[in-house]
């Protein structure tokens, strides 16, 4: 499995856009990145992935750096409800959860 | 489209009892998977399903713990003998297939084990 770095946590406010970044240096070439996030109480969310291009959906974006090493997730105007725990994992498909960044909105 | 679902939601036993979780994936799903998250950390899959045969068991401690996917759909996740260190949230997921899929999960069963 690919090592990941992420922030332990990250604070934001209320309707300001928010770059959660992730290191995964040692990613293969068959990787993709996902994203999933965590809110308090419930199971683990997918919010999105990609391989090589930058992706966008109704939930976020994801950039992905050109030699792959690093990819940043983008939330355009955060709310109060994407406080959670979020997790970057390079993988085919098998999910190796690690401890993700604590994501704090303010109001 | 129903989510993924799982029983029961709370479950509190003592040391060396048993206990079984049932989940329930969305329709069509060929994948399942059981996921153990311990307060603090994220969920490690314990087993992946495809169909109804294993593919990976490799962090399932089959010394206690047993699951199975009879007929494709439904799974059940056993401990027996359950131990302190078994407390925690014990997670579901399916997807249509195998690989780059997203998961969907269910809301788990929390586990406290005395």
């Known amino acids: 499995d690919a090592k990941t770095t992420q922030p332990n946590s990250m604070e934001s406010n209320e309707e300001e856009p928010v770059h959660l970044p992730c290191n995964h240096s040692?990613?293969?070439?068959?990787?993709?990145i996902h994203w999933y996030r965590q809110l308090p109480s419930q199971g683990p969310e997918y919010v999105i992935h990609g391989l090589t291009s930058n992706v966008n959906n109704r939930m976020a974006s994801l950039a992905i750096a050109e030699d792959r090493k690093s990819s940043t997730l983008i939330l355009h105007r955060a709310t109060l409800r994407d406080a959670a725990v979020y997790y970057c994992i390079p993988s085919y498909g098998k999910l190796t959860f690690g401890q993700g960044t604590i994501l704090t909105v303010h109001p | 489209e129903a989510g993924v679902a799982q029983s029961p939601r709370y479950k509190i036993i003592e040391k060396r009892q048993s206990v079984a979780f049932w989940c329930n994936p969305i329709?069509?799903?060929?994948?399942l998977y059981w996921y153990q998250q311990i307060l603090g950390q994220g969920p490690k899959l314990l087993i992946q399903f495809q169909n109804n045969g294993v593919v990976d068991d490799s962090q399932l401690p089959k010394d206690r713990f047993s699951a199975e996917r009879l007929k494709g759909v439904d799974s059940t996740l056993k401990i027996q003998p359950a131990k302190l260190e078994d407390s925690a949230v014990y997670l579901c997921?399916?997807?249509?297939?195998?690989?780059?899929?997203?998961?969907?999960f269910g809301p788990g069963t929390r586990l406290t084990v005395t």
């Open positions: 997921a399916s997807s249509l297939e195998a690989g780059p899929y997203e998961q969907y």
């Open positions: 040692t990613i293969s070439g068959t990787d993709y």
């Open positions: 329709s069509g799903h060929a994948t």
